[in-house]
């Protein structure tokens, strides 16, 4: 019985960090995937790829709940990936984020 208590309890902090995400895109013809990430309980991340032909430029506006929004931005040449990365204050029960991008030039 012991050990079946002590798996539980080592595994509850896998299964506490997962926070819904609600992402908004207008890629407005550039080719990005997007995937999202769940870092820690208060810190999240977008994984932004071109796969496009020509450079594009991105723009994420992160929100949690009564936080004041923040934005981060990337220039993504083609066939390269990056990450644009939040740390709020509090904990993260919704992230919401608003990702917008464009073709550069």
Known sequence: MKKI??????????????????VEKQLNGAEVSVTTQEIDHN???LLLYNYGETEAECSGVFRNGPEA??????LLAPGQSS???IKFARSIIKLRVKLTCGLKG
């Open 43 to 45: 810190m999240g991340a």
């Open 69 to 74: 929004p923040r934005t981060r931005k990337v």
């Open 83 to 85: 990450n644009l990365t």
């Open 5 to 22: 208590c002590c798996a539980l309890i080592a595994w509850l902090p896998l299964a506490a960090f997962a926070y819904p995400f609600e």
